[in-house]
């Protein structure tokens, strides 16, 4: 059967696979951001900040603040000017503005014997860059190395609703009392704390903060750390101070609060929780918090996980998870210790939002990128530890987008382009964020998960309330892999992680054994689906590839220890593989982010042990759905032939898991609309019945209660796909569903179908059932919502395969003027029928047919 097959696909061009898959592409967001901001402008270095004591003062209803900053500096060379962030649009009033010297330079301090008493400098001149968020003080005379002086600034600003950036405000409906209610809340990542008040905004310039903020009684206010006491201010009924405790040493980014009426679910700790001395709190408006019963659970074992993770407990004594409602920001805003929501992501069954933001708290809060250029690798392996929390979580309803093959399958097609990325920078930070990502996981796999962790738990020990260069990472995972004797003599994790984030491309290997002595020889070289391969000094691109390699004799998929390093060399011959017998299956698991070719024989017993064998299962599914995808777009590349890869879907007639199948829906659909010869498209239904008709049968029409997403969306992708190819059983339940909309005694009152029903039954239906489908367009009636209309229209255009259906509907809608058919309805028709094979012959012979009318017309 599969040769038969074969033949077809070799004379299908298909020009390009276009992977469906999407991924979370809010996680590209800060990736843009920090590229912008790589060039924002930097401080001097003479002067850095120690302290800061910052008191604002919202006033919600009228939407603007006040406030004033103290910040204890410190001389670290000789300068006359003092520069400070300060946002154009901040108001700063001049005549306010102090400086106070209370410690001498180190020079005078080794000559004195006393204290120094605190003493005003006299300033020459305030100045605001122009168009540049900075400000100056210029001194009358230069302090030296050592001095000390706090800077005293006030402040003013307006508030904005319509973004949630810097110091905003928003409002919503207390359903209780009815009435319209405002909340404060900032998020000054990345560098808008300079917005509300004058800060030396930049990552690595992190200080101590102690936090005041005002509100009115009936509200509350909190911050980043826990609340020490609030008083009540003068002459001004009604208003309350609130002073929070001294923060460790943060990144002005990380600094927050929020002022509201919201309330809160505190948790009930149970008996076998490990204690983490640690205060939970989620807030919310009233009638909301009912739905967040639950999250706070989630947020502990999240937390669990990270301290066991990272081996240093969660930093703050407290945590508060707000759920902001009409919060319009794209990202959570990760404060430290006081992180905000949109309100449906608190919701969510998935928890993957909230364990992001919890790994920011270390990552990003404790120990923080030095500048936005390191943010990159920073973001990657939050990314990859965010994974690996959601999956110990382990949470039955969430496969966490098949982590990591969907991210992976969307590398694999960016980067195997002629031009990878060239379209938008967006794709571009992703996909190198997703690639260095997968570094991790290889590298995770490849040293053992014991050393990648140890490696990053002194890699956070050492960079706590610090900051740290992308490199830091990598040194602290080579330290530990040579303590552990983990890696080959000349191999550095720098080196390794280097060769693959420093290049737009990813490998692919080839493997060829040679049966007769039982050696196989490892090439590798640029992988590039796209053709043609013309990709200049392809020859020099070279990576550092782990070997990991499972024999048939013995299936053991747990050790994944490289049989041996690809040292940025073209070829490696390996000894002592089993007999000609047994296959071999190298990089399972898709331990590293690359595809494997294999010989023709090694390939034959890939696919008949998947077919046959009764251990076909102790290949994981991972692995079976690299195997797949794999063979599949090397058939593509034109690295093997088709009927090899054809052979490679045999075996699917057995498969149960989503995840295996995934990357073979996305083949059927793209070729099934390229095959425009009747006898072809036939063979190819069969294929495509033969396949999927005992996973249809194994699924059942009916979804089961508590079934896990994967087989839901198994079993309606499997549908379409056997409807559309024409089976039986399928499209007669398509008919007897739509057979309820004929008998109904109004039909065009509204639609009693599911969407999914429609197109089979216009696609293999009988006439009077396409025909009653074009009756109800023409009669549509205006009240009813004109996008239903427009599904049918879409659907009675783009779903038939039989000519005669697709030429009455072009008799009707182009030759004959009647008044049912507007030209956007004649547009879309031409473009349901240009996109697929049998539509656009019908087209064209209609338009050659009848072009002298139309022309005329
Ligand atoms: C300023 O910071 C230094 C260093 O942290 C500290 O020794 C000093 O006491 C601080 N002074 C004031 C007035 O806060
Ligand atoms: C902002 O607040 C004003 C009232 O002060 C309101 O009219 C406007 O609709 C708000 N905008 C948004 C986006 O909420
Ligand atoms: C905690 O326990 C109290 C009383 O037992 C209950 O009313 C409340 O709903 C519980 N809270 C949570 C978050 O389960
Ligand atoms: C919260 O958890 C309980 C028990 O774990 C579960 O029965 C309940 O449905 C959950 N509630 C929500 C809103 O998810
Ligand atoms: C890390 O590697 C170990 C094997 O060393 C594996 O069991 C584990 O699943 C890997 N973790 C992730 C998140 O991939
Ligand atoms: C493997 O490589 C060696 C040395 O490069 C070569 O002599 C041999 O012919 C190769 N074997 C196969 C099966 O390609
Ligand atoms: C379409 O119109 C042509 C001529 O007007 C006619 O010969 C043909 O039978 C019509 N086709 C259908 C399917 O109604
Ligand atoms: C719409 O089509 C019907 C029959 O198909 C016809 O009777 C009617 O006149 C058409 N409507 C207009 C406005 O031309």
């Known amino acids: 059967m599969a040769s038969k097959f074969g033949r077809i696909f070799t004379i299908i061009v298909i020009s390009y696979l276009v992977s469906q898959v999407t991924c979370h592409s809010k996680r590209s967001i800060d990736l843009i951001a920090a590229h912008s901001l790589i060039s924002d402008t930097r401080l001097p270095k003479e ?63 080794k000559l004195s014997s006393s204290p120094m008493l605190p003493s005003p400098i006299k300033l020459i001149k305030i100045e605001r860059v122009p168009k540049k968020p900075l400000i100056v003080l210029h001194m009358e005379k230069p302090l030296n190395r050592g001095s000390q002086c706090e800077i005293q600034l006030g402040f003013a600003g307006k508030m904005y609703n319509d973004t ?52 009115q009684k009936h509200m509350t206010a909190l911050s980043n750390m826990p609340l020490i006491n609030s008083e009540e201010i003068e002459n001004q009924p009604g208003w309350v101070w609130d002073h929070f405790e001294q923060t460790p040493v943060m990144s002005t980014f990380t600094v927050g609060f929020v002022v509201s009426e919201f309330v809160y679910v505190e948790r009930n700790k149970t008996e076998d929780d490990k204690d983490m001395g640690l205060d939970i709190k989620v807030w919310s408006r009233p009638d909301y918090l009912d739905m967040l019963k639950n999250v706070s659970d989630k947020i502990i074992r999240s937390l669990e996980i990270l301290q066991d993770f990272w081996g240093v407990p969660y930093p703050l004594p407290k945590l508060d998870c707000f759920a902001l409602p009409n919060y319009q920001a794209t990202k959570p805003a990760d404060n430290w210790g006081l992180i905000l929501f949109k309100e449906s992501e608190l919701t969510s069954k998935k928890t993957w939002h909230i364990s992001q933001e919890l790994v920011y708290q270390w990552l990003g809060s404790l ?135 420093t290049k737009d491309r990813l490998p692919v290997i080839n493997v060829v054994r040679n049966y007769a002595d039982n050696t196989v020889n490892i090439t590798q070289k640029v992988y590039l689906r796209e053709r043609p391969h013309d990709v200049p000094d392809q020859d020099k691109l070279l990576w550092w590839i782990p070997i990991v390699l499972v024999k048939q004799n013995k299936l053991d998929f747990k050790n994944t220890t490289p049989a041996i390093w690809m040292q940025k060399e073209k070829t490696v011959t390996l000894t002592d593989m089993p007999g000609s017998d047994f296959f071999i299956i190298v990089n399972p698991e898709e331990i590293g982010p690359f595809p494997v070719n294999y010989d023709q024989q090694n390939w034959n017993m890939l696919s008949n042990f998947l077919i046959h064998d009764k251990d076909r299962l102790k290949i994981p599914v991972n692995t079976r759905a690299k195997l797949l995808h794999d063979a599949w777009n090397l058939a593509y590349a034109g690295d093997l032939c088709f009927d090899t890869a054809l052979d ?210």
């Not at 909340?183 to 509300?196: D, E, G, K, M, Q």
């Not at 969307?410 to 195997?416: C, D, G, L």
């Not at 002194?458 to 330290?479: P, S, V």
């Open 164 to 215: 949630s950036e810097a110091l905003f405000r928003h409002q919503y409906i207390d359903t209780v009392s009815g009435e319209k209610k405002w909340y404060v809340a900032t998020h000054f990542r990345p560098n808008l704390a300079r917005r509300v008040f004058p800060c030396f905004d930049e990552p690595a310039l992190k200080a101590t903060f102690l936090v005041s903020v005002a509100r």
């Open 648 to 857: 490679m879907t045999l075996f699917l007639k057995h498969e149960k898991e989503y995840i295996a199948w995934d990357p073979i829906f996305t083949m059927i659909d793209h070729i099934g609309r390229h095959i425009d010869s009747p006898e072809i498209h036939r063979k190819f239904q069969i294929y495509i019945r033969d396949i999927l008709e005992p996973l249809y049968i194994e699924l059942a029409s009916e979804s089961k209660e508590g079934e896990s997403d994967g087989k839901a969306h198994l079993r309606s992708t499997s549908k379409t796909f056997l409807c559309q190819a024409g089976y039986k059983p399928c499209i007669e339940e398509a008919q007897a569903a739509f057979k309820k909309w004929m008998d109904s005694e109004n039909p065009d009152e509204g639609n009693p179908v599911a969407n999914q029903y429609i197109c089979p039954v216009f696609q293999w239906g009988t006439k009077e059932e396409w025909e009653f489908g074009l009756q109800r367009i023409i009669n549509f009636p205006p009240s009813r919502k004109q996008n239903e209309r427009t599904y049918l229209l879409k659907t009675l255009a783009g779903c038939p395969l039989d000519s005669w259906k697709i030429e009455r509907l072009l008799n009707i809608t182009v030759l004959e003027t009647n008044g049912n058919f507007s030209d956007n309805d004649v547009s879309l028709i031409f473009s349901m029928l240009a996109g697929r094979a049998r539509g656009y012959t019908t087209l064209f012979n209609f338009l050659e047919k009848n072009w002298f009318t139309i022309k005329t017309k």
């Open 47 to 109: 002067i850095s900040p120690n302290s800061y004591k910052v008191k604002v003062q919202p006033f919600p209803e009228e939407g603007y603040f006040k406030g004033e900053v103290r910040i204890n500096v410190t001389w670290q060379e000789s300068t006359d000017l003092i520069t400070l962030h300060a946002h154009n649009e901040l108001e700063i009033s001049e005549k306010d503005i102090a400086v106070i010297q209370f410690m001498a330079d180190d020079e005078s301090e």
């Open 367 to 501: 120990a923080t990128p030095f500048w936005w250029s390191d943010a990159h690798i920073n973001n990657a392996l939050n990314r990859y530890v965010t994974a690996y929390t959601t999956l110990e979580l382990n949470y039955g309803y969430e496969t966490f987008n098949n982590w990591p093959t969907t991210m992976l399958y969307s590398i694999y097609y960016e980067f195997s382009k002629r031009y990878p990325h060239g379209k938008t920078t967006a794709i571009k930070q992703d996909s190198v964020s997703a690639k260095t990502e997968l570094v991790f996981r290889m590298l995770n796999y490849t040293l053992g998960e014991s050393t990648f962790k140890h490696g990053l738990q002194k890699f956070m020990t050492d960079r706590q309330y610090k900051t740290f260069f992308g490199d830091d990472i990598w040194a602290a995972l080579n330290d530990q892999a040579n303590f552990d004797s983990v890696l080959p003599k000349d191999a550095t994790v720098n080196a390794i992680a280097a060769s693959w984030i």
